[in-house]
Structures are given as structure tokens and as C-alpha cells.
Nanobody, 113 residues
């Protein structure tokens, strides 16, 4: 069973950037598509970005052109580069394999206006 640990969140001003990391242990993620998701308190978790085994990517319309997902299979890690951050990007961010594994604790991103 793969364990996922997200990191890299923090407080940033609007227009700033953050790079999130998701490191897996217990199993290789190289055979999986990987996704980033986010969730605000009291709201449903929403999909943000996905990267396939082959490296193809897709993004939610709300982040397209600002966020970039990438992966380093040798490090068993997936990244989310977030640029031009907006206050509405404030959420807890999670990664997961596709199909889903057990969710990690996420990492909090707070964007101040």
C-alpha cells in the first residue's frame, strides 16, 4: 500500500508562487497516473491536475496556464508548480494515485490578497 506525503504549502501573497511536492513510499508510483486535488473547509474535494504514466498532463480550467504538474519517477515524487496564485487558490492540497490510494494529510496553501 502506497503512503503519500504532501509538502511545500505555506502563506504567500497574491501573484506569488509555491511548489508542492508529493512523495510516495511503500510502492513505486511510476506505473500510476497521479493527480493533485484541493479541498476547502466544508466543500468537496476538487480535481486540480493529472499527469499520466507517459507524462501527459491536464488541468482544471481554474488553474490552466498557472499551475504545472510534473513527476520524477526516480524520486517517487510528483510536483505541482503554482504561479500567479490567487486568494481563491487557498485550500488544502492533496495528491493521489489513479486509481486512488489512501489519502495523505495534505498541505495547506494560503494566498493573501
Amino acid at each position: 500500500q502506497v503512503q503519500l506525503v504532501e509538502s511545500g504549502g505555506g502563506l504567500v501573497q497574491a501573484g506569488g508562487s509555491l511548489r508542492l511536492s508529493c512523495t510516495a513510499s511503500g510502492s513505486s508510483i511510476s506505473i500510476n497516473a497521479m493527480g493533485w486535488y484541493r479541498q476547502a473547509p466544508g466543500k468537496q474535494r476538487e480535481w486540480v491536475a493529472v499527469i499520466t504514466r507517459a507524462g501527459s498532463t491536464n488541468y482544471a480550467d481554474s488553474v490552466k496556464g498557472r499551475f504545472t504538474i510534473s513527476r520524477d519517477n526516480a524520486k517517487n515524487t510528483v510536483f505541482l508548480q503554482m504561479n500567479s496564485l490567487k486568494p481563491e487558490d487557498t485550500d488544502v492540497y492533496y495528491c493521489n494515485t489513479i486509481p486512488f490510494s489512501v489519502w495523505g494529510k495534505g498541505t495547506l496553501v494560503t494566498v493573501s490578497s
